[in-house]
Structure formats: structure tokens, C-alpha cells
């Protein structure tokens, strides 16, 4: 259900395995940082596939058909979500190996060196061409949603494409969010890859298409990234008030928080009398829902400070 990885001078893994958590102030991983007012992320995370409601989690960073990551290198602290669009399953495909294997190349890439922090929708690019050269066919399709941290600038660098996205929260209030993209009612845009017969027919973005914002971070601002599952169930408010519980910036403290908040997501989005964020845009859009949406939920909550040796 849940899991950590710690980064410091030694890298510990957690029984589950697959995500990563990352303590700047340990120093040391992906060749450190260095002082000098640098930044970094503390970062830990939970989620839930929907098939599975003890929240089993997948070989990997993957709950259900989500998949995430949290890398580490000495420019910038990077993590991303990935939600893998379940109706390639009715075609007998998994849609988690898309999202997955995205997340993965994007992890590589960032544990390589090879990306510049202020162009996240270049790691999504370089990851996403990975994969259509990819010798063994890959199909699928996937939302997804980069989030970099440049250490010495102090900024944060986005991208997202379709409904993932992020949060970023400073006293208490959203400073900064990233924008939905839809090409209409619970159709996100998205990468995918399809056969050569069905090309043109599925649905596919470009990496290009992603939204992208870059503006400067404080010390002890909360950055929360996650799918929509998340989003879809619980409103800004309530995860503010779940925020709230945040009261410091040590890894088990965040640990708590971001599984306080994926569980309540959880819950909601099996109580069929609550008007969810899901359902009221639903309604808004001319269908009659109400209730939870039954999805993935895959949460990263991250916390920015200093970065030292």
C-alpha cells in the first residue's frame, strides 16, 4: 500500500519497494548538491490501485495502472506521475506497462544526467521517443505530469499533460496548480502509442502539448503531485485541511500525511451519496452522477528544503 525509498549518503528500501524518498538535508545521492542555499526535495508517497482495496502495490512504482518516480540528481530533484488509460485492457493490453515503462525511461534519463532542469517537457520527449523506438512493441496510452526542482535557481519547472498534476501550497493556501487538459468530459490528453492499423484512429498528444510553468520556490512549500484519482474524489479543501497535519519537514511526517490523504481519497471513491469533484463536473457536463470515482490513486507529496552536505 505504501512505500518509501530513503536517499542519503546510503539508499535504504523499503519492504514494498518501488518509490522513492528523498531527504536533501542527508546529502550525498546522485553526486550531492552542495551547500550554498541550495534547495531539495523531502519527498514520500502513497496510493491504491482500484482493483486492489487493501492497496496492494505493483513489482515497481505502480499502483494499478499508475506508475510514478522520484530521482535524484546533483542539478535538481525530479519526480512524475503517469496514468495509464484503462480502456487499452478491453484490447487485451495492460495498461500499467505504458505508464510504467514512461516513468521508468524518465527516471533513467534523470539518474543519467541526461535532461536540463528548466525543460521538463524535454524528459517527457526524450522518454516518450524511447519508447516508440522501443525493439519490443509497446502499446498503450498515459497522462503525465513532470515536476523538477533546480537546486541552485530555486525554481520549479513543470509539466503536465492531461488530468495529473500538481499542487503547490504556502500558508496554507494553492499558490500555484497545474491546468487540466481535456479534449472533452474524461477524455485527457495523453501519449500512446498504437498499432500501425489503429494509428490515427486512437487518440495521441505530443510531449509538446504539455502544459508548462516555471516560477521560484520557498523554503516550506508543500508541493503535492498526483493522478487523478486524487483529484477526482477530493476538492482543494479537503486536502488543505489534510495538510494541516503536515506539522514538519522530516520524511516520516510527510510519510504519514501523504498516506492520511491517499486513504481518504480512497474511501471516497467508494461511497456512492458523496458529491465528488468527479461528479459534479460530470453534472456540470449534462450526465446525472453522484458518488466516488472507483480509480487509481497514486499521491507524491513533497516538501521544499535546504539542501546541505
Known sequence: ??????????????VLGGLSQTDPRAGGGGGGGGGGGDYGLVTA??????????GLLKKGACYGDD????????????????DGV??????????????????????RLVKE????????????????????????????????????LDRTSHRLH??????????????????????EQQHYFNTPFQLSIAPPEAEGVVLSDSPDAADSTSFDVQLGDIILTATDGLF????DYMILQELKKLKNSNYESIQQTARS?????????????????????????????????????????????????
Open 1 to 14: 500500500m505504501f512505500s518509501v525509498l530513503s536517499y542519503g549518503r546510503l539508499v535504504a528500501r523499503a
Open 67 to 82: 506508475a510514478c518516480f522520484v530521482a535524484r540528481h546533483r542539478s535538481a530533484d525530479v519526480l512524475g506521475v503517469a
Open 113 to 148: 544526467g541526461r535532461f536540463v532542469p528548466s525543460n521538463p517537457i524535454g524528459i517527457l520527449t526524450t522518454s516518450y521517443c524511447e519508447l516508440l523506438q522501443n525493439k519490443v512493441p509497446l502499446l498503450g496510452s498515459s497522462t503525465a505530469c513532470i515536476v523538477v
Open 232 to 235: 477526482d474524489n477530493m476538492p
Open 261 to 309: 490523504i491517499a486513504e481518504q481519497a480512497h474511501e471516497l471513491a467508494y461511497d456512492p451519496n458523496y458529491m465528488s469533484p468527479f461528479a459534479q463536473f460530470a453534472c456540470d457536463n449534462g450526465l446525472n452522477v453522484r458518488g466516488g470515482k472507483p480509480d487509481d490513486i497514486t499521491v507524491l507529496l513533497s516538501i521544499v528544503a535546504e539542501y546541505t552536505d
Open 86 to 107: 484503462g480502456g487499452w485492457r478491453d484490447y487485451g493490453v495492460d495498461p500499467s506497462q505504458f505508464s510504467g515503462t514512461l516513468m521508468r525511461t524518465c527516471e
Open 158 to 179: 513543470t509539466a503536465n499533460l492531461g488530468d495529473s498534476g500538481f499542487l503547490v501550497v504556502r500558508g496554507g493556501e494553492v499558490v500555484h496548480r497545474s491546468d
Open 45 to 54: 508517497g502513497c496510493g491504491f490501485g482500484k482493483d486492489f482495496r487493501k
